[in-house]
């Protein structure tokens, strides 16, 4: 039971020394400010990445059909 107890001592002791994405003096929408705008960026690069993906996979795909269509 004190092994158990010294973990869960530990890790309040680690959660206490992260940096939470938020600004606990903030109230309301404002204290996730950074969460907010993290999301967002991850969001836009997730969409360009997928046009990306989208542009190739069609432009291979039709190169390769018109290569099988010239044999």
């Known amino acids: 039971m004190s ?3 010294q973990y869960l001592n ?3 002791l680690e959660m206490k020394k992260a940096t939470w ?3 606990p ?3 309301g929408f404002a204290k ?7 999301t967002i960026v991850v969001f836009i690069a997730m969409l360009l990445m997928g046009a990306f993906v989208s542009f190739f ?3 291979l795909r039709m190169f390769f059909e018109a290569a099988s269509k010239s044999l």
Do not use: C, G, H, M
């Open 21 to 23: 994405p938020w600004d």
């Open 57 to 59: 996979d069609t432009a």
């Open 3 to 5: 092994r158990i107890r």
């Open 10 to 12: 530990e890790v309040l």
């Open 32 to 38: 996730y400010k950074e969460l907010n705008d993290s």
């Open 25 to 27: 003096k903030e109230k």
